[in-house]
């Protein structure tokens, strides 16, 4: 079937990794002919929910993943990107939508540092949503203007040592992995810099790149390609080992600061007490679009890596992200709002 596009208005380190045994039991639950409930997905499309703006790295890595499901379970997948709010407007629709399986959303993992962020929230990212997997996993780079004249971390450490509250940071959203990322960062270099949250990582990067914020830690598929055409200069990167891509540019750890462990992941959602025949449905739906070569080559392209957890451990790992997240927002002293 058809992928369509609807666009109304815009891993920690140490990881378990599933896609060999996940392919193996979504091949199994697909082939196995599990009920699902009233012939799901036949009646009508699904409805992918991406809470950012289109170009921005979550949308991209929805984008391979929803033109590959729509393949795989033979309904048209249409993506509606519903941006805001740290990506709180979009996951709030999905929350309160049916729990029949034709609205899911892929949302980064920010999504789990909200009620951190926020004490009003109209939803509970752990209560009121049915963690299928974890998608994704991409590294975050540290990335400057090709016209600031910094070649390296140290570079970019002086400068800003030397004009204490002179200097700021971008992210796409407040409460983003890149956000989290640069939180960190800025406490393990004891930099005096402010923190500007945009909507969405492009407008964040055209700044970046215009000068008009000094740097920014972003997740690298909304990112990469400005570097490799010379418009930013990557100094470091967030993962535990260098990327394939960049061999020369090195991680943070190796430059004194292991402390900046966080990548982006990306998850698929439903809303709460979605039947357990659809959840297996979605997951072994996934799964297989994971082990997918043609899906393994995009990703590699936008700097994505495949995950593929089962919903139980997905769901105990949201969990666990989501104590994370709350002490390092604790740590940088973030006041909720």
Known sequence: MTFTKEIP???SAGRRRFIGSAACLAATVFASGVRASAGYPAQKPIRLIIPYPPGGPTDVVGRIVGQAL??????????????GASGMIGAD??????????????NVSGQLVNPALYANMTHDPLKDFTPITDVASTPIQLVVSEKLQVRSVADLVKLVRSEPGRHSFASSSTGTPGHLAGELFKSAAKLDVLHVPYKGSAPALTDVMSGQVTYMLDSMPSSINLVKGGRLRALAVTSAQRVDVLPDVPTLTELGYPAVDLTSWYGLWAPAKLPQDIVDRLYAAVSSVLA???????????????????????SAFCISESRRYAAIVKSAGIKPQ
């Open 70 to 83: 729509a393949e795989r379970v033979g309904q048209s997948v249409i993506v509606d990107n519903r941006p």
């Open 93 to 106: 629709l999905v929350a309160k939508a049916a729990p029949d399986g034709y609205t899911i959303m892929i």
């Open 292 to 314: 997918q070569d043609d899906v393994k080559k995009r990703f590699r392209e936008v700097m994505a890596q495949g995950v593929g957890d089962t919903p139980k451990d997905f």
């Open 9 to 11: 208005g815009a891993a």
